[in-house]
């Protein structure tokens, strides 16, 4: 499950953005009910609260460097078109183009902004308009009115700079940008869907694995506290990632047609090894699964309590569910080593 179970797991330290630690049993007017300085659960809670704050404020510094680098590259592409000089415009446009892959998980949720930076000729109705970074490729790499295009950029990239400066992205949140930021990457950069005209994707295939690595960065952190082994085989995977980006060579140089095909493939199982796919329980037991193997389900078998939680097994082929009840079901190749069905709780579980 790897990146997106360390991002559940930052997620289950509790933390918001404008969240608080506040000790179980206290409220705000009463005071701490016992020192978390001795207490060690929740010694460990203030660490992860603590970790999670700062994940938090360091990623929101990365996307604010990103994005005012993003502006700073979007005006010097702006001076090297007025001058005429399209050998400069082209790596300047790259240059942008890259600085956008970092945080375009996250302009994506406002399509508005998203299409006037980033929009592909492809989202458009035959023989349409469209803008952005792709408008000026076509116009440096083919033909058309770069001056136009670039000023068009030069006003819109502020405003993602500013609407992005108000994000404070959740450890949780930035894990699973991470996670898509690896699956465009499989989806459209590796396959040369992105630069149809320079046709040099390997230099958003760089660009956003650094982009999900530094996310994973951000929350290795709160990943280390709560599961340090899945996090270290996280934090290795994306070290051949970055090995095999390296192996490309000088990224501008590098058309799609000569991206091997042997790297193409250690990438795509790169990412599926920091990614991998997820299930879904529903309280009747019933599973849904998503680019991860179905290994069965309680669904439509009787049970006392609901499902409550899901769990992977570690180096095996399936998963147990957990009932409120305490109850266990091995499904795939785990194996069981028992359950708390049957038992007097004094509350009902609600995980594994």
């Known amino acids: 499950m790897g990146l997106l179970v360390v991002a559940a797991l930052a997620g289950a330290c509790g933390y918001t953005a404008s969240a608080r630690y506040q000790p179980s049993g206290a409220t705000p007017s009463s005071g701490a009910a016992h020192d978390p300085t001795t207490d060690p659960a929740s010694a460990t809670a203030v660490a992860l609260s603590v970790a999670a704050g700062a994940a938090t404020e360091t990623y929101r510094t990365d996307i604010g460097n990103a994005t005012a680098a993003f502006v700073a590259d979007i005006g010097t592409l702006q001076e090297a078109v007025d001058g005429g000089d399209i050998g400069a415009a082209k790596s300047d446009e790259l240059a942008a183009q890259a600085q956008y892959d970092t945080f375009r998980q996250l302009e994506g949720s406002n399509a508005v902004n998203a299409s006037t930076l980033d929009e592909l000729a492809t989202e458009v109705a035959p023989n349409g308009s469209f803008a952005g970074l792709h408008a000026v490729e076509r116009d440096l790499w083919t033909s058309g009115n770069a001056r136009a295009d670039v000023a068009g950029l030069s006003v819109e990239a502020p405003v993602a700079q500013y609407l992005l400066s108000r994000d404070r992205l959740t450890p949780e949140a930035i894990g699973t940008t991470a996670v898509s930021e690896l699956g465009w990457v499989v989806s459209t950069a ?155 709780l004094n509350a009902p579980v609600v995980g594994i």
Do not use: C
């Open 190 to 344: 590796l396959p040369g869907r992105e630069e149809r005209f320079s046709h040099l994707d390997a230099v958003d295939i760089a660009a956003a694995v650094e982009a999900a690595d530094q996310a994973f960065a951000a929350i290795e952190p709160v990943g280390r506290t709560v599961d340090p082994d899945l996090t270290t085989s996280v934090a290795q995977v994306f070290s051949s990632l970055e090995a095999d980006v390296a192996s490309l060579g000088p990224l501008t140089q590098v058309p799609d047609a000569a991206i091997p095909t042997t790297l193409r493939l250690s990438v795509s199982q790169q990412v599926d090894a920091a990614t991998g796919g997820y299930w879904l329980v529903a309280s009747d037991g019933g599973i849904f699964s998503f680019d991860a193997p179905f290994e069965g389900s309680m669904g439509a078998t009787p049970l006392n309590k609901p499902v409550v939680g899901i769990a992977a097994a570690p180096g095996a082929s399936g998963y147990w569910l957990v009932a409120a009840d305490g109850g266990v079901f091995a499904l795939g190749s785990t194996g069981f080593s028992g359950s708390m069905g049957g038992q007097p």
